[in-house]
């Protein structure tokens, strides 16, 4: 799939709880790493749409790329996602169910 604003956004709704999912769009996203500062506005934005449970799917989504892109020693990523965490943790965090909550703070406590 090319890359389009509309393919991201259909990624990041397709996107589920498991570890499969999660590991294909970040595969794809990071594929297309060259619009990184977009994917991550497109991302925060959905989360912002999203109700508590995408929310956290979203929070794991960023989790994967950050990692593995810093793995692949590549820093578009964490450039692009790290001054959009607090917030986007801020707005995963509130309002979610306290099982939701403590699997957010894991995340961004590892």
Known sequence: MA?????????LSALNET????VTVAQWVMFHRRH???TA???????KDSGAAKRLN??????????QSKARKKDDFSTAF????ADAT???YK???HEVQQKIRRVIET
């Open 82 to 85: 790290s001054p959009l965490m």
């Open 95 to 97: 309002g979610a169910t």
């Open 41 to 47: 506005q497109i991302w925060l934005q959905r989360l």
């Open 36 to 38: 990184s500062g977009t």
């Open 58 to 67: 979203l929070i794991y989504l960023a989790n994967e790329v950050v990692q």
């Open 90 to 92: 801020a707005i995963a």
């Open 19 to 22: 570890q499969e999912s999660i």
């Open 3 to 11: 890359y389009t604003e509309d393919s991201v956004r259909a990624k």
